[in-house]
């Protein structure tokens, strides 16, 4: 997503002065800035190296074409390129469940940590409801 380099941000805090009880609101506006990153997970669904795994599933996974009910986790390495055995730069973790009863829609929940570079130590979240479209 490109935005236009004149927005800002706005943060408010409610500030609670220990001495007199009292509350304060600042409000903060910085410029955005934006920041791109590229790089790639290593998603193993299957193999001697796999870093997806079911965990658990309803009684009504195996009778519906959405595959209701199937909860995986996930360990995933991220790189800085394509291959797999490109140079490692954090590790993504989570959760992925499918949640339809009529269709196939996943419901994610993952964590994404810099393991290398720039952004070593950074941690992002994210949570992710996606339906697929299928034809």
């Known amino acids: 997503m490109v935005r236009n380099s004149n927005h800002l941000f706005r943060i408010q805090v409610d500030c609670l002065n220990m001495n007199d009880g009292k509350i304060t609101k600042m409000v903060l506006y910085r410029k955005e800035r934006l920041t791109k990153l590229r790089f790639y997970v290593q998603d193993l669904v299957g193999g001697e190296n796999q ?73 992002l979240v994210f949570w992710e409801g996606i339906l697929w479209m299928m034809r």
Do not use: C
Request: glycine share 10%; hydrophobic share 45%; aromatic share 6%.
């Open 51 to 123: 870093t997806v795994w079911k965990v658990a599933q309803s009684n009504l996974t195996d009778v519906l074409p959405s595959a209701f009910g199937l909860l995986s986790v996930l360990d995933n390495l991220v790189t800085s390129g394509p291959e797999i055995d490109s140079k490692e730069v954090g590790r993504i973790q989570g959760v992925i469940g499918l949640s339809d009863f009529h269709e196939k829609a996943l419901v994610m929940l993952l964590n994404l940590v810099f393991t290398e570079g720039e952004y070593k130590g950074v941690h």
